[in-house]
Structure formats: structure tokens, C-alpha cells
């Protein structure tokens, strides 16, 4: 059968799992719908551009009637545990999924061999491949698909490897027969919605991005809302917190996929070291990775948020005095919000 095939042709390209879903999410809409009049997207204006074609596939992509939903494990078994660097107040903590190569580049050649394998069975047929790259909601079709469920949280999880893989899918044409959902295991838990250091999750299921330390350090291009600074710790790209205190990632699984392998030593580097980078340094040691949408100044600001957070030293203190007169304004008003902090600036 052709869509068992699908499964395996998409295990052997190395992705962890492979399903099929039909493509309504009226529910899903209008849980989107309320996050956005909610504004709980901030300046992601890109999530209310496009209308219902993020919920409605066959608006996205005409003639679509499946999605083949993927999951690709992406923690590295040569990094540093999160958790790990949570007590290491000096050290930089970058997500985990953002060390190694940008997964959309990964993922989406291993889509497209996907399709094509597809195509050579079938001949032409219709479809698109999407990794993060356009009005799709990805976790909503994973679910249905039967790759895990929608965790308090708000990412996808699975029992058997926690939640630590990403996303991509392929919209269709054909009438495969779909997967069935699992059910949801959170059961009475609110771990994730305790240990949000910023209270981002203020309801189950529900993330408002604008406290959501990810959002805050990727996403967001100018000044970090000051309440929040002190509460990002030494978080300079994304945040792993609500995943690392899961019990369902107990059960996690490496990733063997040797591009996530960390580049540079950023698994645990030093946030002067990362401060003292100048833009050539950063574009080169960046390259190829989703570090780069941070850009070099929000870099800046994201270390110098983290130095005023780590403990006062002359070391600390200098690395953020050498950049007082940094031609960004947004970067010079986040290092004179630190050096207050070390109470080196009055
Ligand atoms: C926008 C976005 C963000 C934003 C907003 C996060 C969010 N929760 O939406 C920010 C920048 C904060 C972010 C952060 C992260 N992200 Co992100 N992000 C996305 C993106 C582009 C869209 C997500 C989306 O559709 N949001 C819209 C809102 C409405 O969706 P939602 O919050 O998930 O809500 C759903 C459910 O919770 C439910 N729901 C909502 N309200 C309610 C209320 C009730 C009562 C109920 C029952 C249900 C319910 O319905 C909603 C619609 O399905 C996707 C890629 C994609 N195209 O899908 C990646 C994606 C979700 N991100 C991903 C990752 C890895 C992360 C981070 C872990 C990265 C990091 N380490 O820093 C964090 C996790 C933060 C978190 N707890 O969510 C992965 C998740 C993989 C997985 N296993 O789930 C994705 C799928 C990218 C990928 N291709 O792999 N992200
Ligand atoms: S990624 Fe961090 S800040 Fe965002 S919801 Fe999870 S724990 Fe909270
Ligand atoms: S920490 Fe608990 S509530 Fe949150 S996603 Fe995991 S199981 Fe669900």
C-alpha cells in the first residue's frame, strides 16, 4: 500500500516518524483566531497576514486533500543538557534545537527526496513541501496525524520521545488513507506552566508570546520590556525550560543526525566569550545556523540582558563597558541596563 511505503521511505531519509491526516481544523481555527485578538503574537504580524489559509490547507495549496506529517528528533547526544546550564549562570544558554545546522535546510531536502520517491512510484502528483515556511500549522496536523498531542505547554509530545523533534509536512493531492490522533497524557501535570520563568503559559495550551523568553529573544527586533530582562537568566536564543521540566522527556531520544552536532563549542560557551564576537566573527560562526535570524544586534542585546544577570565581576563588567558606545541604540540601552544592575552606572 502506498501510504505505507510513504512511512518507510520517509524512516529510511531519517525521519522519526511519518503520518497522514485529512486536512480540517475548525477547531484549531478557532483557537488561532482567539490567540490572535488576543494579541498574544506581538510583532509576528506574519501569523495574522494570511488570513484562514493557516487553518485551511486547501486555501494554502489548491486541490490539497492530505498532509503527510513528519517529526525529526533534533537533540544531540554530543551537547550539553539544558538543565545542565541552567546553574551556570556565566555560560550561555542557546536552545537546544538552534546548535547545530538550520533545521529547515535539513528537513526540507529530506522532503523534497520524499516527494520524489513518491513521485517515482506514482508519477506526477500534486504537492508542496513546508518546513516552518509558511502558514501552516504544523503541530495542528502532527496531532491529527498521530505523531503525539498538543502538551500544556503548547508544543507537540509524544510518549515514547518526549518533545524535543521539529515539524515539516507535505500537502497532497492524494487520497491516502489518514492516521488516527493519540490521546493527550498531561493527565493533572502543570509542570511546564510552573516553570515558565516569565509566566508565558498563562493557561493550558495557551502561550502569549509577547512574555515568552523564545519570542523575547528571537522574534522581538527592539527593546526587551524591562520586567521581563531578569527573568530570562542566561537564556541569550530561545528557551528550553517548559520542555527540560516534562516528564515525558524522560523518554527523549537522540537525534541521529549528525548536522545538529553543536558548532563552535555554543552548547556551552561563555557569555563574554559570545560578546566579544565582532559582526564578521558572528556571521561566520553563525552561518548555515537559525542563530542568524537573532541578527548581530539582537545578539548583542541578548548577552548584555544575560551579563546583567550573571554575578558581578570585573570580568562582566568590562566585557560590557568595551561595548558603552556600540553604534546600536538598542544594544547601548540594554548594556547601560546591565552595568546598572552591577551597579557599575549610575
Ligand atoms: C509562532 C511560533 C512560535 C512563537 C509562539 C509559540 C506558540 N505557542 O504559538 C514563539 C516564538 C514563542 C515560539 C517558541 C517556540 N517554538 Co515555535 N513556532 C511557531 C510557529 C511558527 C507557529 C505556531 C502557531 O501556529 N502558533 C499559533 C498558536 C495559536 O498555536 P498554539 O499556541 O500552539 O495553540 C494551539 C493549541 O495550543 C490549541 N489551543 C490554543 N488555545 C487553546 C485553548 C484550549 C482550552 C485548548 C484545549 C487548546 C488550545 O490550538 C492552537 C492551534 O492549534 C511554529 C511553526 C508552524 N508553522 O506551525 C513553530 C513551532 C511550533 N515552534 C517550535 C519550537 C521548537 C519552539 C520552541 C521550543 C523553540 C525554543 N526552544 O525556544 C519554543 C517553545 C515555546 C512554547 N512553549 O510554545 C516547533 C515545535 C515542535 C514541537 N515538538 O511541537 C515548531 C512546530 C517549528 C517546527 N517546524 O518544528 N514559536
Ligand atoms: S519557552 Fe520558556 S519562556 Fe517560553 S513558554 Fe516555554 S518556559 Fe516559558
Ligand atoms: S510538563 Fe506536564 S502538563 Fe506540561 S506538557 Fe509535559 S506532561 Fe503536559
Redesign the pocket.
Known amino acids: 500500500m502506498l501510504a505505507g511505503k510513504i512511512k518507510r521511505w520517509g524512516m529510511e531519509l531519517g525521519f522519526e516518524q511519518v503520518g497522514i491526516c485529512d486536512t480540517q481544523?475548525a477547531?484549531?481555527?478557532t483557537?488561532?483566531q482567539?490567540?490572535?485578538d488576543r494579541n498574544?503574537?506581538g510583532s509576528?504580524h506574519y501569523?495574522a497576514r494570511h488570513g484562514v489559509k493557516?487553518?485551511r490547507p486547501e486555501q494554502l495549496v489548491a486541490g490539497t486533500v492530505r498532509v503527510i506529517s513528519v517529526?525529526m528528533n533534533y537533540l544531540s547526544p554530543k551537547s550539553t543538557p539544558a538543565d545542565h546550564l541552567m546553574t551556570q549562570p556565566a555560560t550561555a544558554l542557546i536552545?537546544?534545537?538552534?546548535l547545530g545546522r538550520d533545521?529547515?535546510k535539513v528537513?526540507r531536502k529530506k522532503l523534497q527526496k520524499l516527494a520524489n520517491r513518491i513521485e517515482a512510484e506514482t508519477g506526477p502528483f500534486g504537492y508542496r513541501a513546508?518546513?516552518?515556511?509558511?502558514?501552516?500549522?504544523?503541530?495542528?496536523l502532527?496531532?491529527k496525524a498521530g505523531l503525539?498531542w498538543?502538551g500544556k505547554?503548547?508544543?507537540?509530545?509524544n510518549r515514547q520521545t518526549g518533545?524535543?523533534?521539529?515539524?515539516?509536512e507535505i500537502y497532497t493531492d492524494l487520497p491516502l488513507p489518514v492516521d488516527r490522533p493519540v490521546a493527550n497524557h498531561c493527565g493533572d501535570c502543570v509542570r511546564?506552566l510552573d516553570a515558565?520563568p516569565t509566566g508565558?503559559?498563562v493557561?493550558?495550551?495557551?502561550?502569549d508570546?509577547r512574555k515568552?523568553?523564545?519570542?523575547l529573544?528571537?522574534?522581538l527586533k527592539g527593546s526587551i520590556p524591562e520586567h521581563l530582562r531578569g527573568l530570562m537568566g542566561n537564556r541569550i536564543?530561545?528557551?528550553?525550560d517548559?520542555?527540560v521540566v516534562c516528564p515525558w522527556n524522560r523518554f527523549a531520544q537522540h537525534s541521529n543526525e549528525t548536522d545538529f552536532n553543536p558548532r563552535h563549542g555554543l552548547d556551552a560557551a561563555g557569555l563574554v566569550e559570545l560578546f566579544g564576537w565582532s559582526e564578521t566573527e558572528f556571521l561566520r560562526r553563525t552561518e548555515g545556523s537559525a542563530i542568524r535570524r537573532a541578527s548581530y544586534q539582537g545578539w548583542l542585546r541578548n548577552i548584555a540582558v544575560a551579563l546583567g544577570n550573571a554575578p558581578t565581576s570585573e570580568r562582566v563588567v568590562s566585557a560590557l563597558q568595551s561595548r558603552l558606545d556600540e553604534p546600536s541604540e538598542i544594544v547601548r540601552e540594554h548594556v547601560e541596563w546591565a552595568l546598572r544592575k552591577h551597579r557599575a552606572l549610575t
Open positions: 481544523l477547531e484549531h481555527e483557537h488561532l482567539e490567540w490572535l498574544f503574537h509576528m501569523m493557516r487553518s517529526r536552545s537546544r534545537y538552534a533545521y529547515h528537513m513546508f518546513v516552518d515556511s509558511a502558514p501552516v500549522l504544523e503541530k495542528a502532527a496531532e503525539g498538543i505547554h503548547s508544543n507537540l509530545l518533545s524535543w523533534f521539529f515539524l515539516g511546564c515558565c508565558a503559559i493557561g493550558p495550551y495557551q502561550v508570546a515568552c523568553i523564545s519570542y529573544t528571537i522574534e536564543f530561545g528557551c528550553d517548559c520542555q
